[in-house]
């Protein structure tokens, strides 16, 4: 949609980072990219080197994949082992490790596992499938969960009833609200997930600054989108204020998407989810509501789910919190590379881990 | 994952819209976006239109960044 040349980007981005540096001046900061695509933008343009010293990038808990904990790994394996039940589910999903398998392993053993780009192949696999349970893993935040939502109400409209769903959406404002609420994790500014907002609009993230007193900018995914929001960060922490602002005006309107919430919450109710490495954390997660539980496969399909056991040494809940960076641990692109990863934050090209290895490094400082 | 790319609609049928990405088609559903119209550009998520892209909200932020250009040149 931006069309510049690369000499305009170039051009652009140095007045960016030479207002940044200005604005810093001396003093050290921490902003946290809160989504997974925002992490692999800064890493790709390389903005991490680009910034002052004195002005660090840190990733936050806003990679689904990574934040999906063991446990629902540990259930979709159980489930794709049963001879009745077909599992659905985005790539991304499958080298995660469980407890003692991965949904990948599983498929090479036979199970039936078939990645899907969307809520809807799922749908057209269960409508071709009549014999078999077709059970979606859905898995993802505010942008997602919404398709998830609209094949429910699709699957109830054509009477499908061998369609099922195994929700782990998750909500990134509480999750944000936990984060500050702990303490451990010291921001200075919140870059906000620019695709989740074109869902849920500005309102949710109000408690930042209100409450927090933390400035907060919804930003697009183009290098300049970036720097510019790092930018009107850097205003606001100069001028000591916490506001939140819009950075990606041409895609989230203030409102976001009333269509898109009205279908969510239709199907979907707010409850407790845990995040890994982040616990349980109130009202973060969502669950079928009664009218639809009949797509629900936890309350449908009955099933024994192996004892969840964590990566001792894997620290993803930290890197996931902003408190380690992930060279400090110890399986780093050693026992823990993305061919083979140990923890989530390897897995997904959006983990952060899986940044680090793949880009390199780029300054941290704790 | 919460990955999105625009397209333009070239045709909707009810709940169904033919979308161009890069010179390829695609089908998906308008059914998040039910006030999506033929020739809106619109963002795309896991088949599902989720938002129209603001045209003139667009155009300002590449103007600005543009604009930023002249400064460049000016600081020098
Ligand atoms: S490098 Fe691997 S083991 Fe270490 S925190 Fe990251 S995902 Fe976990």
Same mark, same amino acid.
């Given at each position: 949609m931006l069309s510049m040349t690369n000499e305009e980007v170039k051009?652009?981005?140095?007045?960016? &980072?030479?207002? +940044?540096?200005?604005?810093?001046?001396?003093?050290?900061?921490?902003?946290?990219?809160?989504?997974?695509? %925002? &992490? @692999?933008? +800064?890493?790709?343009?390389?903005?991490? /080197?680009?910034?002052? !010293?004195?002005?660090?990038?840190?990733?936050?808990?806003?990679c689904p994949v $990574?934040?999906?904990?063991?446990?629902?790994? =540990?259930?979709?394996? *159980?489930?794709?082992?049963?001879?009745d039940v077909m599992i659905t589910t985005f790539g991304d999903m499958l080298k995660v490790p469980g407890s003692s398998s991965t949904l990948a392993k599983e498929k090479a053993q036979g199970s039936d596992i078939r990645i899907v780009y969307s809520s809807?192949?799922?749908?057209?696999? *269960?409508?071709?499938?009549?014999?078999?349970?077709?059970?979606?893993?859905?898995v993802g935040f505010e942008t997602t969960a919404p398709t998830a939502a609209a094949a429910i109400l699709m699957a109830d409209e054509a009477h499908l009833t061998n369609f099922y769903v195994l929700s782990a959406h998750k909500l990134v404002p509480p999750a944000l609200r936990a984060?500050?609420?702990?303490?451990?994790? %010291?921001v200075d500014g919140f870059l906000l997930p620019g695709h989740v907002?074109?869902?849920?609009?500005?309102?949710?993230? =109000?408690?930042?600054?209100? !409450?927090?007193?933390?400035?907060?900018?919804?930003?697009?995914?183009?290098?300049? =989108?970036?720097? /510019?929001a790092v930018y009107m960060l850097m205003l606001q922490i100069h001028d000591q204020t916490a506001r939140l602002e819009n950075q990606y005006s041409r895609i989230v309107p203030k409102e976001g998407?009333?269509? *898109? $919430?009205?279908?969510?919450?239709?199907?979907?109710?707010?409850? =407790?989810?845990?995040?890994?490495?982040?616990?349980?954390?109130?009202?973060?997660?969502?669950?079928?509501?009664?009218?639809?539980? *009949?797509?629900?496969?936890?309350?449908?399909?009955?099933? +024994?789910?192996?004892? &969840?056991? !964590?990566?001792?040494?894997?620290?993803?809940?930290? @890197?996931?919190?902003?408190?380690?960076?992930?060279?400090?641990c110890l399986l780093f692109g050693k026992a823990c590379r993305p061919e083979h990863p140990i923890g989530s934050c390897m897995v997904s090209v959006e983990g952060t881990c899986a940044a680090w290895y793949k880009y390199g490094a780029g300054r941290w400082q704790v | 994952m919460c990955l999105a790319v625009p397209g333009k609609i070239l045709a909707r049928q009810d709940m169904l819209a033919t979308i161009e990405v890069g010179g390829v088609t695609r089908n998906v559903s308008v059914m998040l976006l039910p006030e999506a119209q033929v020739g809106d550009f619109v963002l795309m998520h896991a088949g599902f239109a989720v938002q129209v892209i603001d045209e003139e909200e667009a155009k300002k932020t590449l103007a600005l960044f543009k604009e930023l250009e002249q400064y460049a040149e000016h600081d020098k």
């Open positions: 051009k652009a981005a140095a007045f960016f &980072t030479r207002e +940044i540096e200005k604005l810093a001046s001396g003093r050290s900061l921490r902003l946290m990219e809160v989504c997974g695509t %925002h &992490t @692999v933008s +800064i890493f790709k343009s390389g903005i991490r /080197q680009l910034l002052p !010293e004195n002005v660090e990038l840190v990733s936050g808990p806003g $990574c934040v999906t904990p063991n446990e629902y790994l =540990d259930t979709a394996i *159980a489930y794709s082992r049963k001879s809807l192949e799922a749908l057209e696999i *269960a409508a071709k499938n009549p014999g078999k349970k077709v059970i979606f893993l859905a984060l500050l609420a702990s303490g451990k994790s %010291h907002s074109a869902i849920i609009g500005l309102q949710p993230y =109000d408690f930042l600054s209100k !409450e927090y007193h933390i400035p907060g900018v919804v930003a697009g995914f183009e290098p300049l =989108d970036i720097l /510019q998407n009333p269509s *898109a $919430c009205t279908i969510l919450s239709q199907v979907y109710q707010q409850t =407790d989810a845990v995040w890994r490495g982040l616990g349980k954390i109130p009202n973060s997660g969502m669950s079928i509501r009664e009218k639809y539980q *009949a797509f629900d496969a936890l309350l449908n399909i009955p099933i +024994i789910v192996e004892e &969840t056991k !964590e990566a001792s040494q894997c620290q993803c809940g930290k @890197v996931l919190r902003g408190l380690l960076q992930p060279s400090a | -």
